[in-house]
């Protein structure tokens, strides 16, 4: 009997042996995940300036800027005037002047997809000027969709993920 006993024992070390370092090596991969988007968002602020202008360029307004901070942080830009047709040369020419950060290449992207949208979804009675891009994991644009002519403080989202 003594004998199963110690077996038990043993097993048992080994196994909270094991399940210390599966802990320990999920916490280390925690905090290396945590620590990479710390960074990235650093990064993005870094280059809010040059977004922000660029965006202005295209001929949109910048509403708002949020920043999230998290195991996975993001960035949330509040555009306006997408009723307006982006200029493509323009928006050629910034890409081409911004092509080392990936950050304001993606924004542009994003504002450019998000301009697409708006011009492609017709909810009956109802319009978007006004776009939320989500610079993140995963990267989503929102449109927010309100009744023509309607307070803006009634507005509905309409989610569209990128």
Same mark, same amino acid.
Do not use: W
């Given at each position: 009997?003594?004998?199963?006993? +110690?077996?038990?024992? #043993? @097993? !048992?070390?080994?196994?909270?042996?094991?399940?210390?370092?599966?802990?320990?090596? #999920?916490?280390?991969?925690?905090?290396?995940?945590?620590?990479?988007?710390? %960074?990235? &968002? +650093?990064?993005?602020?870094?280059?809010?300036?040059?977004?922000?202008?660029?965006?202005? +360029? @295209?001929?949109?307004? !910048?509403?708002?800027?949020?920043?999230? #901070?998290?195991?996975?942080? %993001?960035?949330?830009?509040?555009?306006?005037? !997408?009723?307006?047709?982006?200029? +493509?040369?323009?928006?050629?020419? *910034?890409?081409?002047?911004?092509?080392?950060?990936?950050? *304001?290449?993606?924004?542009?992207?994003?504002?450019?997809?998000?301009?697409?949208?708006?011009?492609?979804?017709? *909810?009956?009675?109802?319009?978007?000027?006004?776009? #939320?891009?989500?610079?993140?994991?995963?990267?989503?644009?929102? !449109?927010?969709?309100?009744?023509?002519? %309607?307070?803006?403080?009634?507005?509905?989202?309409? &989610? *569209?993920?990128?």
């Amino acid at each position: 009997m003594e004998n199963n006993d +110690e077996k038990a024992g #043993v @097993l !048992l070390k080994k196994f909270k042996d094991k399940t210390k370092e599966i802990s320990s090596c #999920v916490t280390e991969k925690i905090s290396d995940a945590t620590q990479a988007g710390q %960074d990235k &968002l +650093e990064e993005s602020i870094g280059n809010i300036n040059g977004i922000t202008s660029a965006i202005r +360029e @295209l001929g949109y307004s !910048l509403n708002g800027i949020s920043i999230g #901070v998290g195991l996975i942080p %993001d960035i949330q830009f509040e555009l306006s005037g !997408l009723t307006k047709t982006m200029d +493509e040369s323009t928006f050629e020419r *910034i890409m081409e002047e911004q092509k080392e950060s990936k950050i *304001i290449c993606a924004t542009l992207k994003a504002l450019q997809t998000a301009s697409i949208l708006q011009n492609k979804i017709h *909810i009956m009675g109802m319009c978007s000027d006004v776009a #939320v891009i989500t610079l993140g994991f995963p990267p989503k644009i929102s !449109l927010k969709f309100k009744k023509n002519g %309607d307070n803006p403080d009634k507005t509905k989202d309409k &989610l *569209i993920q990128n």
